[in-house]
């Protein structure tokens, strides 16, 4: 539209582009100081099994509570954090604070719970990634396998000959790694096929309208196929309806996250949560897979 209009419309255009320049340059300023003054926080979201609505994990997910600007979600300061390289640090807070939390869990007798964490392709370029989880695992004696690292398809695929060293001495230690968004990138099967993952998480874009019969059910399921060809466990996530669920656990994915089970709450919800445990049974009632 710019374009048919001649070039001077880009000045049209500026003000706006200004205020969200400004805005983002004012963002990162901030987030530096919201990093070391504990204005972050880790809300989690349940992920559970498939076969009978249990938690096997929690996703942390960072909030930023801001004193003067209120509650900011990652999807406005993350793109910054990593513009900025703050990512690094926060990416350590996240890690740190996960890790710390999982223990708690652990000793409060949840001990088969694990926990998964979101991590910037800008983390794994770092060549002291592995080694930093590694110390983390140790330091609050926890198992490699208790922990899981989502990693963005977009994010990975534009770095997979620099990350496969990171990502296979994360497997050494016996870390478990899901490719988050599936679906969302541009993932040629030739690098899923070379990458050392356990896990696709299908993007929720795909489930929107799984259940009536559309290209989404088609896609869903030849994804779920797909994984299951290359050994690794499906998640769906962003599950909103029983119709959702339904369709999907009658074509075997093996996990489930999303608002219709529970959506992100903080840790001491969590233990709640965790003592009951199996989230939305009554579904799970309901509908039983296919069998094979
Ligand atoms: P993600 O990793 O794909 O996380 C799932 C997002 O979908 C979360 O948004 C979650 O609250 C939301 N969600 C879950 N279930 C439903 C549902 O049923 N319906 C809908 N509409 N949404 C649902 P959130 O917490 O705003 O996080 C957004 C993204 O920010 C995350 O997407 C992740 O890419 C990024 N992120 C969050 N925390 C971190 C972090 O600690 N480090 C990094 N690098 N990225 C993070
Ligand atoms: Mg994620
Ligand atoms: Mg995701
Ligand atoms: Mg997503």
């Known amino acids: 539209r710019g374009k048919r209009r001649g070039r001077n419309t880009v000045v049209a255009f500026l003000p706006e582009f200004a205020d969200e320049l400004r805005d983002r340059i004012a963002l990162g300023s901030r987030l530096r100081e919201a990093i070391e003054h504990e204005e972050l926080t880790l809300d989690y979201q349940p992920q559970v099994s498939g076969l009978d609505g249990r938690i096997v994990m929690l996703e942390a997910l960072v909030r930023w509570q801001s004193p003067d600007r209120g509650l900011i979600m990652p999807a406005r300061f993350i793109r910054v954090a990593e513009d900025s390289g703050l990512i690094v640090p926060l990416g350590r807070w996240v890690l740190e604070r996960a890790c710390r939390q999982l223990r708690a869990w652990h000793e409060g007798g949840f001990d088969d719970v694990g926990v998964a ?12 990634f592995a080694d930093d989880v590694g110390e983390m695992l ?22 997979v000959e620099r990350v496969l060293g990171t990502l296979k001495a994360l497997k050494t230690i016996g870390v478990r790694l899901t490719l988050d968004d599936f679906g969302t990138g541009y993932s040629s099967l030739n690098y899923l ?9 299908i993007d929720r874009s ?20 797909m994984g299951h060809q290359l050994q690794l466990q499906v998640l769906a ?11 999907l656990r009658r074509n075997h994915c ?10 992100a709450v903080a840790a001491d919800d969590v233990e709640r949560l965790l ?12 509908t039983r897979p296919d069998r094979v």
């Open 117 to 128: 964490i979101n991590v910037s392709a800008h983390q794994l370029l770092r060549e002291s």
């Open 138 to 159: 140790h330091r609050f004696g926890l198992r490699p396998d208790a922990i899981e690292l989502e990693l963005t398809e977009s994010a990975l695929m534009e770095n």
């Open 193 to 201: 096929r070379r990458l050392p993952i356990d896990k696709l998480k």
């Open 206 to 225: 795909f489930l929107a309208e799984v259940s009536s019969g559309s290209r989404d059910a088609a896609i869903a399921r030849a994804l779920i196929a």
């Open 237 to 247: 996530e962003g599950v909103e309806n029983e119709d959702q669920l339904g369709y």
């Open 254 to 263: 093996d996990q489930f996250q999303g608002n219709l089970l529970s959506g």
């Open 275 to 286: 003592r009951q445990r199996y989230l939305r049974p009554e579904s799970f009632e309901a």
